[in-house]
């Protein structure tokens, strides 16, 4: 006879549905905890196939499973209960439609009847997010038919096939009624049935497909003289070596926001690309720009100055990336590898020579110039300790400043993992990002971060107990968001700090001892020089802070330096 019992089919119904995720290859649940998303909890708790990541709030926790997805490409699973808990994911569901990452959202909901009737943390949930989820399913309340198991299990497979080939959220509003919780009997039956599953994703494989330039693409390539490879923010796993292998048949240089391990990489662009003369002589003829819009304001302004014979868009997604109206021929790449074999060249063989020899200047202008600097500044917190930060770690950066100073000061290796939330470019969850960012690559890392979004997001610090892999926080604390000293609203006097730069004077190193959460304290430029990042991403495991109390006129003024070179 089937079970009738409502907390029973619902545990089945769940059940079935993350079976099918593991087997599809999720690997990672993260639940915010609640009572209507009982079924989902349980069915979680009871696999022992799947990692558990309890997070209470739903904005940190999102974005968590944004930093899982930016790390592995494989969807992270949320799971909460109804009402604006869902509505906390926002943010991170914005975030990662703009930056095509995987993610899964399942919610818990009241069943139909109680919608519309003034029922207890009752909203409406159907489409909530609008168009950004890639996927959305009203799944239906728990049915025990074999049917009904069949299309959860296949509900299972397309969600982690749409979030990964449409590189995006996906949806799924689970509606259920009480009793929510099941019999002890079913409870433990389930569990044991989870103990006998397999531990390995055999079906986690996604087969590589490569990308061919068509002859008429090629052709044109083949007349360039001064061809340049500009690189924006990228989706997780586009292929970047095919990218770097591509310049050095190009013979092209790289301008790159995103990490590429490449030797035709440039450094310093951020800072003598807002050169006019320099952005003249190093107009190029064809430009193959690569994944997401660039964010850095010298690209900005040579994009939309320069008119190359031809301008190619290499996308990572189907979104539509042209800010500056360039007219560029979009090509559908979606980060897969590259074919070129018999690509012929005629590059000027001084072009990329021009290139290294201009970023060999600036280079020696900013050595000088950052060294006559006494004291600390928030450039010389990156000059001095990107550095240290060795290849088997990652680098995630707020945005802001920051997001523009790794590129002006950043001194890391190119094939360190870059990571940031340029999709939306907000300063939102930019801990909980980060965090996120450890689990999926499961190794230590460094986030730089201003003080402002550190902030922003300190209840990520709830789930510090929580981190197999050392993240060190480095909090540049320039007293309030100094990157409004860049706009012409800094002029005016009266408005400029109350409400733009809004300056706080939180005392950090009280907070984090709250959650005894370790805290280095750098004052001064002798502080900065003499701290050993090494030794203290060896020594904690976990979450430990670098309050580096930076001096903001000092900063914005040497920042305007490298920018008038």
């Known amino acids: 006879m089937t079970d ?23 690997e990672h649940i993260i639940i915010s905890p609640g009572s209507r998303s009982t079924p989902l909890t349980l069915a979680a708790a009871s696999n022992p196939n799947l990692k558990k ?17 930016k790390a592995s490409n494989i969807p992270a699973v949320l799971i909460c209960t109804s009402g604006t808990a869902l509505a906390n994911y926002y943010p991170a569901v914005i975030e990662a439609r703009q930056s095509g990452v995987p993610m899964i959202l399942a ?8 919608r519309a009737t003034g029922a207890n943390q009752a909203i409406d949930q159907l489409k909530i997010f ?29 969600s982690v096939s749409l979030s990964r080939e449409k590189r995006g959220p996906v949806h799924l509003n689970f509606p259920f009624r009480k009793p929510l919780e099941p019999t002890e009997n079913k409870l ?44 924006g923010p990228t989706a997780p796993s586009d292929d970047m070596e095919s990218i770097s292998k591509l310049a050095e048949k190009l013979e092209a240089p790289i301008l ?18 807002r050169n006019t003369d320099l952005r003249n002589q190093l107009e190029p003829d064809v430009i193959l720009r690569f994944g997401f819009q660039p964010t850095s304001k010298s690209l900005t302004i040579a994009l939309d100055e320069w008119n190359p014979k031809h301008h190619f868009h290499f996308a990572s997604t189907d979104e539509w990336q042209d800010a500056t109206f360039s007219g560029a021929d979009r090509i559908p790449w979606m980060g897969q590898k590259i074919q070129f074999e018999e690509l012929a060249t005629k590059t000027n063989p001084n072009w990329i020579q021009s290139w290294k020899q201009t970023e060999n200047e600036f280079n020696n202008y900013y050595q000088k110039t950052i060294g006559q600097y006494s004291k600390l500044t928030d450039g010389s917190v990156y000059h001095q300790l990107t550095p240290q930060i060795s290849g088997d770690h990652f680098i995630a950066v707020s945005n802001s400043f920051p997001a523009r100073d790794i590129n002006l000061f950043g001194r890391q290796s190119s094939a360190i993992p870059l990571f940031l939330n340029r999709g939306a470019s907000g300063i939102d969850g930019v801990t909980s990002t980060a965090m ?18 550190f902030l922003h997001d300190t209840n990520a610090l709830l789930n510090h107990k929580n981190m197999a892999h050392s993240l060190v926080i480095i909090v540049i604390n320039n007293g309030g968001g100094s990157i409004f000293r860049m706009l012409p609203i800094h002029d005016n006097k009266q408005h400029f700090e109350p409400y733009f730069e809004t300056p ?17 304290s750098i004052k001064s430029l002798s502080e900065l020089q003499n701290l050993d990042l090494t030794t203290i991403i060896d020594q904690h495991k976990g979450l430990s802070v670098i309050e580096c109390q930076t001096d903001a006129d000092a900063s914005m003024q040497l920042r305007n330096q490298l920018w008038d070179f």
């Not at 919610?107 to 109680?114: K, Q």
Request: with cysteine; charged share 20%; net charge negative.
């Open 107 to 114: 919610t818990a909901d009241r069943p139909p009847h109680l």
């Open 436 to 453: 996120g960012i450890a689990k999926g690559l499961q190794k230590s890392g460094v986030l730089f971060t201003g003080d402002l979004a």
């Open 188 to 231: 433990a039956q389930i569990q044991e049935e989870n103990e006998d599953l397999p531990s390995t994703n055999v079906e986690n494989k996604t087969a590589l497909t490569a990308f061919s330039l068509s002859s008429s693409l090629q052709k044109k390539l083949s007349y360039a003289r001064k061809p340049l490879i500009i690189v």
């Open 130 to 158: 609008g168009d950004y989820p890639v996927f959305f399913h009203e799944v239906g309340e728990p049915k025990s038919d074999a049917k009904d198991l069949q299309r959860i299990r296949m509900l299972a497979q397309q």
């Open 53 to 69: 990541h309890v997070i209470l709030d739903e904005r940190s926790a999102a974005f968590t499973a944004l930093g899982i997805g």
């Open 504 to 520: 706080q004077d939180v005392q950090i190193n009280k907070l984090i001892s709250a959650y005894d959460i370790p805290h280095y």
């Open 256 to 273: 790159s926001e995103s990490s590429i391990d490449s030797a035709s990489t440039i450094r310093g662009f951020a800072g003598f690309l």
């Open 4 to 26: 009738q019992h409502h907390g029973n089919v619902a545990l089945q119904w769940t059940n079935t549905f993350l079976q099918a995720l593991c087997k599809y290859g999720v």
